[in-house]
């Protein structure tokens, strides 16, 4: 089946670069885009209008941990100052022999309730990215049960997603006075990473191809060496991308210099994992960031030199006062930039916009972060970071994963007029302005609905989740703190 998309505007691709068409037409047929060009001359079956609107490959988000996250609302405006910013040492790290309450990605497959917990967060963060307009996500290395919860959605509502069970050597606790100590585990990180490989072997190519594999060592600062070691030689075996948390926090950062004498960034370069294919979350405390005032800086160049990928997740880290430093000089050194969404909410455009803007700040340069790179980021930056070169762009032989985004803000005010489509999209869009999003193919949102998924059912369950997470803090915390002792109301609740 053949079909045309008649659009105003449409981000087209030429010779490896995102290029403008005006009053084009796309048509793709079964999986594949056939045609992109000024007007279409063959035979088509059905015909998409989009005047008015931009037809964009679909985004790729390239760091997503999956779930409603609702404990993450409980470190807004507030935290423990000792963690510099950190936001998993804050909610995710129970006092020792507690284990974190409410979360589903620490329930246990066969805990009470837990199906339906695995369900509801699949469920939630599919329809959340797929309404947002992103076609392909990266999940960042969730349990087994939340893998195979995540295949059964992607499976059923559509998308693509590289997924596997991440694993690592023992994670953080606190012990009685709130002190961070690591329960290390080695063993632990060398069966995690066989269970990866075997639900790897199991489930690539999984959906008509629409889910692959990638290994997630979770931390670099968790993993043992042998594991960081292991998972390469698979890459290279199995031809697989990895991702990893590395130079992104600063107790992270420490931890590495003090048990390897090498930064992050050194010691995975140090057993060859730097490559286009790893992706490095977040990337952004590398010896280079002047924050750190680490007196060698060489972790950009050698970064850059291998045309390793970041996940920039610029609205989650700035929401915890850190950004990446900067834009500009990653993208001179020859890093590829990735955009992620990491937290909430998953909108790519409020994520683009927040790079930029960011971006000029820190490159002290209005010519810095422009939509051009931003939305390139995106889109092939994400693509490049899986080591695909049939996504993230629209041109003839690439998957037909399209999105077309309404330039009217789905009948607001909010664009103005519109010279530059691009621009305004990062300037003044929201997610929500995603009318209609295709994946191999075939339509899984229209009009922004996705059949099969009722949003307000979705939002009463997770906010019911929220409120026993919330709810039962005081029962893991190593501060024994009550929800409202941890992050006290906006203002002082009416009696
Ligand atoms: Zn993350």
Redesign the pocket.
Known sequence: MRTKIAASWIVAHQKGKHILLRDGELVYEDNKIVFVGQQFSGEVDTVIDAKGKLVAPGFIDT?V?SGHRASHRLITDTGRPMYYGQP?LEISVPKEGKVVKGDPRYLKHGDKGSAAAFELNASFTVAELLRNGVTTFVE??SQLSVQDALLAEVTRLGGRAYLAPGYDCGRWVADEEGRLKRVRNDQLGVDGFKTALSWIERNDGAAGGRVRGILVPREVETSSLEVLKMTVEAADQHKLPMAT?AA?SVIEFYEVVKEHLKTPIELLDSIGMLRPTLNI??GNFISDNPNLNYSVHNDLALMGRAGASI?H?PI?IVRRARTLDNWQGYREAGVNLSI?S??YPRDMIMNMRTASYLGKITGHSYFAAPAAEVFEAATLGGARSVGRDDLGRLEAGALADIIIIDLSGRNTLRYGPVRDPVKSVVECGVGDDVETVIVDGRIVVKDGVIPGVDFAKLRSQAQEAGEQIWDTLEEWDPLGRTHEDACPWCYPMAQ
């Open positions: 760091h941990h998993f960042y290395g948390h992104y979350g977040h996940s997740c989650n992620g990491d937290t």
